[in-house]
């Protein structure tokens, strides 16, 4: 197996949907691209601790808290630090503007990359209807998504142990159902229209789990995935070149032998 030693040097670096506290967070893998990284600004683009899940089981091994002593490390060391709390870390909204340990949390935030442009970050939930107007639903996909989550840890592990590399069953069935495509459609629509809004070159959102990166009449629509299914980030270069990175891929190995399958995700609380 390949293990590269160097070092990820970047200027800025983007993650989101980390969901520390559920079984789904492949945090090993967090902490590996962690280590290989060094970088000037780090945006945590929301849903970083899910407190949903959270709610009705406490589930924090301690790779969980080694992802949030790295961070608060990193913040120490000088790394410009800032939180944008997401749907499942909503409570973290009441602190918009407090520091925490380094930390700054603030609704959204205005990017500008190395060769000008700007770039509006935001989680994406409120451009979701489903969250904003049925959050009884919302809880229920949740739980649901949960659940397919833990057979895609199946999925990888079986294919660990074949020797093959890590491949998510959740985001493949997740680009193969019309409605979750056309939901996906729906939100690169609602938050490209508020990037133009904002008077802005593209958005950097988090939220629907899918890495992507593409033009959207004239708005750069760039969406950094997660890591509990496709283990990405975005990095922007010192030339201000974005790029995502598939982190499970460039180090071809999974930690999903660690994960604990005898207990089933508990349903979330309303």
């Keep these: 197996m390949s293990h590269p030693s160097q070092t990820?040097?970047?200027?800025?670096?983007?993650?989101?949907?980390?969901?520390?506290?559920?079984?789904?967070?492949?945090?090993?893998m967090l902490l590996d691209f962690i280590r290989?990284?060094?970088?000037?600004?780090?945006?945590?683009v929301g849903d970083i601790i899910d407190g949903w899940k959270l709610k009705s089981g406490w589930h924090w091994p301690q790779s969980h808290n080694d992802v949030v002593q790295k961070v608060?490390?990193?913040?120490?060391?000088?790394?410009?630090?800032?939180?944008?709390p997401g749907n499942h870390d909503e409570r973290a909204r009441d602190f918009c503007g407090v520091h925490f340990g380094g930390v700054v949390v603030v609704r959204d935030a205005i990017h500008e990359t190395a060769d000008g442009r700007r770039f509006l970050v935001v989680h994406g939930d409120e451009f979701d209807g489903i969250v904003q107007h049925a959050r009884w639903l919302a809880f229920l996909g949740d739980w649901s998504y949960r659940t397919l989550l833990l057979l895609n840890t199946v999925v990888a592990r079986a294919r660990h142990r074949m020797g093959l590399g890590y491949w998510s069953f959740s985001a493949y069935l997740k680009v193969k159902v019309k409605n979750a495509l056309q939901f996906i459609e729906n939100f690169e629509e609602a938050v490209t229209d508020e990037a133009r809004r904002r008077g802005v070159d593209g958005v950097i959102c988090g939220h629907i789990h899918k890495a992507e990166m593409r033009e959207m009449n004239g708005i750069l629509y760039v969406n950094d995935g997660d890591w509990v299914e496709s283990c990405t980030a975005l990095v922007e270069h010192g030339d201000g070149r974005l790029e995502i990175v598939e982190w499970a891929k460039r180090r071809s190995w999974s930690t999903i032998d660690r994960i604990d399958l005898k207990v089933l995700p508990e349903p979330a609380a309303a």
């Design 8 to 28: 990820l040097s970047c200027r800025a670096v983007f993650i989101s949907d980390v969901h520390l506290g559920t079984r789904g967070c492949q945090a090993e």
């Design 36 to 44: 290989h990284l060094e970088c000037e600004h780090l945006y945590l």
């Design 72 to 84: 608060l490390r990193m913040a120490r060391k000088g790394v410009k630090v800032t939180y944008v």
